[in-house]
């Protein structure tokens, strides 16, 4: 498989495993710049509003990491997300 190399540079700001595998099986070449957030001081009742919150932290940390130590003229991508599992318990008869 031919690696996908894109014009830029891609950082997954996550250290997420499953992610990683993602992009790896992908044949994406990337660095890894997670955000270190207190994800339990970000709540919301809405799954799907939560999930878009702790991105978006994730996403603002992670950029201002790669502020940080990058070189400004270079083409960066940043990849951030979460997931929420919702699980319902219930008594069968």
Known sequence: ???NRPHFKLIL???SI???KILTDMGYQFAVMSADIDEKS???EKPEELVL???KAKAVVSKLQTNECEDEGEHRVLIAADTVC???FGLLN
Do not use: P
């Open 18 to 20: 499953a992610r990683r």
């Open 86 to 88: 919702r699980f319902y």
């Open 1 to 3: 498989m031919e690696l």
């Open 53 to 55: 919150a702790l991105a």
């Open 13 to 15: 700001g996550s250290s």
């Open 42 to 44: 970000i709540r919301n």
